[in-house]
């Protein structure tokens, strides 16, 4: 099995597309397929269904892809580590941050870091809580950001930052005018959420319990996959929200949302990274830059 070949198959896989694949990793679509039927054959595994044209992952690939990913990361540290040796600060740095993170917290570091270490490729990708920290554990990323609590003991977890959740209804809503809104009023409403698996919904579910509400006794409207889907909803109709003060900000000044009196704790911004994985040079100094900075 070679690096070559992994990467092959972690692109297939990412996309479950030869052609798109083939097309990324620069190469031919025959030289991709073989590389995997080359795979499958050494190891008498079927990684991947023909189905007509098109492929998708067995079982047995779903499993190989966290351990293919992992492998191409650890290699990936190791010519890092390599390098640094050599003097000097190079390469590339690969982050991922949940959404409220990515769009208005953290940009502004990755901006300072850059100013001061040019010769760092930073690459910045979006998830939420559940695929950030699922990514920094099979070292698809070397550094994590998220807004939701994990309890993962291979991951050091530090916290960087604090943010406010707020309820937020358009103008008109029977909510916008005033009124102190109980734990008893939260069922009454029509609420637009984030995916399962978010920072916002987590934070907000655990809330919800704390004050004897159960989750599952809201209505849920909809489920948005992002914050701008959820604004952008709320701002239609008479529904309710929970997003970041940050997120609804602008929203909030243009009088395009109002702020509901209800008080939700505060939730931390937490940076991870992988406690066993080597830790580069360039993924030090920005840990340096946001910890330094007081959050």
């Known amino acids: 099995m070679t690096l070559e070949q992994l990467r092959i198959f972690v692109a297939v896989a990412e996309?479950?597309?030869?052609?798109?694949?083939?097309?990324?990793?620069?190469?031919?679509?025959?030289?991709?397929?073989?590389?995997?039927?080359?795979?499958?054959?050494r190891y008498g595994a079927t990684l991947f269904h023909r189905v007509g044209r098109?492929?998708?992952m067995t079982e047995g690939g779903r499993q190989f892809l966290p351990e293919a990913r992992a492998t191409l990361a650890s290699a990936k540290a190791a010519e890092l580590a390599l390098s640094e040796l050599g003097g000097g600060l190079r390469g590339s740095l690969t982050l991922q941050a949940s959404q409220t993170i990515a769009?208005?917290?953290?940009?502004?570091?990755?901006?300072?870091?850059h100013d001061v270490h040019p010769t760092i490729d930073l690459r910045l990708e979006i998830g939420n809580t559940q695929?950030?920290?699922?990514?920094?554990?099979?070292?698809?990323?070397?550094?994590?950001?998220?807004?939701?609590a994990i309890d993962e003991p291979a991951l050091h977890v530090q916290t960087v930052a604090h943010d406010r959740l707020i309820v937020v209804v358009a103008p008109g809503h029977p909510w916008?005018?005033?009124?102190?809104?109980?734990?008893?009023?939260?069922?009454?409403?029509?609420?637009?959420?984030?995916?399962?698996?978010?920072?916002?919904?987590?934070?907000?579910?655990?809330?919800?319990?704390?004050w004897g509400v159960d989750p599952a006794a809201l209505e849920v409207?909809?489920?948005?996959?992002?914050?701008?889907?959820?604004?952008?909803?709320?701002?239609?109709?008479?529904?309710?929200?929970?997003?970041?003060?940050l997120v609804a900000g602008p929203d909030l000044q243009a009088g395009r949302l109002v702020r509901?009196?209800?008080?939700?704790?505060?939730?931390?911004?937490?940076?991870?990274?992988?406690?066993?994985?080597?830790?580069?040079?360039?993924?030090?100094?920005?840990?340096?830059?946001?910890?330094?900075?007081?959050?």
């Open 15 to 41: 996309r479950e597309h030869l052609t798109r694949a083939a097309e990324d990793l620069r190469l031919t679509p025959s030289a991709v397929s073989s590389a995997v039927r080359v795979l499958e054959d």
């Open 54 to 56: 098109r492929i998708e």
């Open 103 to 113: 769009s208005y917290w953290v940009a502004p570091f990755l901006a300072r870091y």
């Open 131 to 148: 695929s950030v920290t699922q990514a920094v554990l099979e070292g698809a990323a070397e550094i994590g950001f998220i807004e939701g």
């Open 176 to 210: 916008s005018d005033g009124r102190v809104v109980r734990a008893y009023d939260i069922a009454t409403a029509r609420w637009i959420m984030r995916e399962a698996g978010s920072g916002t919904r987590s934070a907000f579910e655990e809330a919800l319990r704390a």
């Open 221 to 245: 409207a909809l489920v948005l996959p992002s914050n701008e889907a959820v604004r952008s909803a709320v701002r239609s109709g008479p529904y309710v929200t929970v997003m970041s003060e």
């Open 260 to 295: 509901i009196g209800f008080d939700i704790p505060p939730r931390a911004f937490r940076m991870l990274r992988h406690k066993e994985r080597y830790f580069t040079k360039a993924a030090k100094m920005l840990e340096m830059v946001i910890t330094q900075s007081g959050g």
